[in-house]
């Protein structure tokens, strides 16, 4: 099974504070995606990265950044949360290879009130 | 650029029946990869099956089967004997190249009816 992991697995927050969702993956994948799913289930990527110091914005106008300083770890950052950013995040990876599956991680659900 | 199409926002299943999700998928590639996603509710988004595009086998995991028709840029799942299990929502992928993101259709909620 795939060993990639998301904390927190909920988080309720207020309106304009800063928050960190946290994805770390231990199987030396390159390549590490940030999706979010909307109450429809649609999955939107938001952000992804192609390896170290790699990241690059994805289809869905986002508020938030994201970091890869190290190959396991690609965390995201709501410099201000807001109530439109209540979601479901998914985190996933891959290696490089043409037919290389996602694999993802359990999700955060975010609520900001 | 490519797109993926699932039909059927949601479906339902007698249990130890069979039932079969669509997708439809457009690219100008001929070389590419095509799977189906399972997400059960409040749990993690797993693998169900993968099919490259120059195979033409369709490929099959246990009780789940694709029918990978390229010419007509479809391909479907099947799910024999049906499980309560199965119940979640079941999502179509394409990808060419391990350097771009895979593209996900909406996804299909599967019911499994005891």
């Known amino acids: 099974e795939a060993d990639i992991y998301q904390t927190p697995r909920y988080l309720v927050i207020g309106t304009g504070k800063k928050i960190t969702l946290e994805c770390s993956q231990t199987?030396?994948?390159?390549?590490m995606y940030w999706y979010q799913q909307d109450p429809g289930m649609e999955l939107h990527l938001i952000h992804y990265?192609?390896?170290?110091?790699?990241?690059e914005k994805g289809d869905l106008s986002s508020e938030s950044t994201v970091s890869r300083i190290r190959t396991e770890h690609f965390p995201l950052t709501l410099e201000s949360a807001r109530p439109s950013h209540t979601s479901q995040y998914l985190c996933?990876?891959?290696?490089?290879?043409?037919?290389?599956?996602?694999?993802f991680g359990n999700g955060t659900r975010l609520t900001v009130t | 650029a490519q797109t993926v199409t699932q039909s059927q926002p949601e479906m339902s299943v007698q249990e130890a029946e069979t039932v079969t999700l669509s997708c439809t998928y457009d690219t100008s590639e001929s070389d590419y990869y095509l799977f189906w996603y399972k997400q059960p509710p409040s749990r993690q988004m797993i693998l169900v099956i993968r099919?490259?595009?120059?195979?033409?086998q369709n490929a099959t995991e246990n009780r789940f089967s694709v029918n990978f028709q390229k010419a007509a840029k479809s391909f479907s799942l099947k799910i024999s004997d049906s499980q309560l299990g199965d119940a979640a929502m079941y999502f179509c992928a394409y990808g060419y190249s391990g350097n771009t993101p895979l593209v996900f259709g909406k996804g299909t909620r599967l019911s499994v009816i005891a």
């Open positions: 199987m030396g994948h390159d390549k």
């Open positions: 996933a990876s891959r290696i490089g290879t043409d037919n290389s599956p996602l694999h």
């Open positions: 099919q490259e595009a120059y195979k033409q």
């Open positions: 990265s192609y390896g170290v110091n790699s990241t």
